[in-house]
């Protein structure tokens, strides 16, 4: 979208950035980007994932800088993103070796390796801790000694495994989910191509994973709703950490051979839906979307399997199943830049819509061009009393 340039304002936008970093160092206290990372970590995973850029301390120093906006951070990690060189490309993740910290299946009360809760507030009673108002070092560091000692005294306890089995591969060995078949071809970037349609699998798991939250989720719900396929059924949600490594950039060596360079926290989701889509005995099966985010945004990935399960389907009659409907509409930045560009000046085009709204009242060219000259005058009156003001 191309603008007219508008004279002036030039010393009223400096000093709205002043009066906005004054607001910012008026703060009660200085906050650290550490201070940021601990205190509120899913903020910093959400920044992350839809930034797609783990860096968790440059996460956090965003929001510090966006003084707390979301989207704001998004953009400014994103921006930094771009400036980044790369030089290798990781070899392909396995999920399927990850470092499990919690691990739960809806469809199954009892899987193989057993379910893992984890730290979740999945059945914690929503009510505001107030004593939080005045909790102080002192406190949050013998909270923390309390509970250390709590599970240090559990530490006998038998101890889960860390690398578990996926739950639905105990239905595709009975062959009751839809087969899929294997597609080993290069992932497209979707961060280096434009979005196009229709978009391969990859890019439209990558769109989602860094889509807005709030948008991936709301779709999500739209589709349980009526505007997609039936419920869904959360075949298994692991959450955990997986390694990422690359090859020796001449020399490509085995498995073995990879570098490691650490690892990334994740949390993977596959739900299940009905697929009626075969025909005699095996007219009836069932189908797996797939969620995969960085960190732990769960009800995200949840959503964003629903998704996947949609986009797979392709029926256009329903919106959440159209991609081009839900893939240039789930992503943050897009969508904030345009809304927010509303804000900015408008004036040529507006008084185009003017001149056309006169028109049908019966005015002369003469009378908009008068009123044209009238509104310019004016605003220029206006702009010189704001810097004067200054």
Do not use: N
Request: proline share 6%; glycine share 8%.
């Amino acid at each position: 979208m191309g603008y007219v340039a508008v004279r002036g304002g030039a010393r009223a936008i400096e000093e709205s950035l002043k009066l906005l970093e004054y607001e910012r160092v008026s703060a009660s206290s200085a906050w650290g980007t550490d201070d940021i990372e601990g205190t509120f970590p899913e903020l910093v995973d959400q920044v992350m994932g839809e930034a797609s850029l783990y860096a968790p301390r440059l996460a956090a120093l965003a929001l510090k800088q966006a003084q707390g906006s979301p989207d704001e951070a998004v953009f400014l990690l994103r921006a930094f993103r771009s400036t980044l060189e790369r030089p290798y490309v990781s070899r392909p993740v396995d999920t399927g070796e990850m470092h499990v910290t919690r691990r739960v299946s809806a469809a199954f009360k009892d899987v193989p390796g057993g379910q893992l809760l984890g730290a979740t507030r999945d059945y914690s009673h929503r009510l505001l801790a107030f004593d939080l108002e005045t909790e102080g070092i002192g406190e949050l560091a013998e909270k923390r000694a309390e509970l250390a000692r709590h599970f240090a005294d559990a530490a006998d306890a038998p101890a889960p495994a860390t690398t578990l089995p996926r739950v639905l591969d105990y239905l595709r060995a009975q062959g009751l989910v839809a087969h899929v078949p294997a597609d080993d071809a290069q992932p497209v970037d979707a961060t280096m191509v434009p979005l196009t349609f229709p978009a391969p699998r990859s890019v439209r798991l990558q769109t989602l994973a860094r889509g807005m939250t709030q948008a991936v989720e709301a779709l999500g719900y739209a589709a349980i709703r009526g505007f997609g396929p039936a419920h869904p059924t959360v075949g298994e949600l692991r959450q955990g950490r997986v390694a990422v490594a690359v090859d020796h950039p001449v020399e490509p060596g085995g498995p073995d051979d990879a570098y490691y360079l650490g690892s990334l926290p994740v949390t993977e989701v596959e739900s299940v839906f009905m697929d009626e889509g075969g025909s005699g005995e095996d007219s009836l099966s069932l189908a797996v979307g797939y969620g995969c985010v960085i960190g732990r945004a769960e009800t995200k990935a949840i959503a964003m399997s629903v998704l996947d399960r949609c986009l797979e389907l392709g029926d256009k009659r329903f919106p959440t199943e159209d991609e081009e409907f839900v893939l240039y509409h789930v992503d943050g930045v897009e969508a904030t830049g345009f809304i927010s560009h509303l804000k900015l000046p408008h004036y040529v085009t507006f008084q185009s819509k003017l001149s056309s709204v006169r028109g049908t009242r019966g005015g002369t060219p003469d009378d908009d061009r008068s009123a044209d000259q009238a509104a310019a005058a004016a605003l220029e009156a206006k702009e010189a009393t704001d810097a004067a003001t200054l």
